[in-house]
């Protein structure tokens, strides 16, 4: 049986249930917002839950929203207000909270472009804390923006550079955003996953670097992470196991393990994907950390 590679969780359970796997050790819970937007949370709560799924252990929300690059009516501004509601369940606002918001991957790589997209649309309120020399507030939260780039521009790991601005930002929580791989083309423009476990960069590109954690950076790393490529193989695969004709589906399978495929597939409305999302997690995260702004 050959593997997919999917970074979302949604998608790990839904191979579970096909392959008739009763795995242990993880909790899950669906439900829908509206006709447009519905929300499943899986909790891994064991190692046999880690080993079904391949990810740390931990708690991940996938919001799937139906007609965001058909601009249903308000879509963007629904889908950011039910993340916002997720995240705010996540990073509990208070008058002194210090959030870090890093946006992962390459501006020039459009499918690798989602975080700092995301960060340029965060608004950004540390400097003001230090001009007026507050301590906190009850409106907006002490945040501090970082687009690191990747390794292959800068030449320095980008979990040491992130792991260094903690150090001088000092947040209560770090929110990191980056590219994720999926399965399924469709959730290109459909998905959006959020965890509380921390994230490798680069994990969407097929790239994973040192990984940016609360065991590495000393303190709560969320995650938001949207689909913006899938693997090659991954598609060779799901054509593999359609195919009603056993022969043929053979042949598929040893075509695959006879190469070393890396190559990744995007969308063509990659840049209408990166924007519309980008302004949803950006809206959504100023809702969560400035209330009394974006109320």
């Not at 195919?243 to 695959?256: F, G, L, M, R, S």
């Amino acid at each position: 049986m050959l593997n997919y590679r999917t970074d979302l969780a949604v998608e790990r359970s839904q191979l579970l249930d096909e392959a008739g796997r009763r795995a242990q050790g993880y909790i899950k819970k669906e439900s829908r917002i509206d006709d447009d937007i519905s929300v499943t949370e899986i909790e891994i709560i064991s190692e046999e839950g880690e080993r079904a799924f391949g990810k740390p252990r931990g708690t991940y929300i996938t919001l799937e929203v139906k007609g965001v690059l058909e601009e249903k009516s308000q879509i963007k501004e629904r889908a950011a207000h039910v993340l916002a509601d997720r995240l705010k369940e996540l990073i509990k606002f208070d008058y002194y909270l210090k959030v870090l918001v890093v946006g992962l991957g390459n501006e020039k790589v459009t499918p690798d472009s989602l975080g700092p997209h995301t960060v340029d649309k965060v608004k950004i309120t540390s400097h003001l804390f230090r001009i007026f020399e507050c301590d906190g507030d009850w409106e907006m939260a002490n945040v501090s923006g970082f687009n690191p780039s990747v390794t292959g521009v800068t030449g320095m790991e980008t979990a040491d550079l992130i792991e260094r601005a903690v150090e001088l930002v000092k947040p209560d929580a770090v929110i990191c955003i980056d590219a994720l791989a999926a399965r399924d083309i469709g959730r290109l423009s459909t998905t959006i996953q959020v965890c509380d476990t921390g994230i490798f960069p680069g994990a969407g590109m097929g790239n994973n670097r040192k990984e940016i954690s609360e065991k590495t950076m000393g303190c709560r790393v969320i995650s938001i992470g949207v689909p913006t490529v899938i693997d090659s193989r991954t598609l060779l695969i799901e054509v593999a196991e359609n195919i009603k004709d056993p022969v043929a589906e053979k042949q598929v399978e040893k075509y695959i393990e006879s190469r070393d495929m890396d190559m990744i597939v995007t969308s063509t409305d990659i840049d209408a994907i990166i924007k519309d999302f980008s302004d949803i997690i950006s809206n959504a995260i100023n809702i969560t950390l400035h209330p009394g702004i974006y109320s």
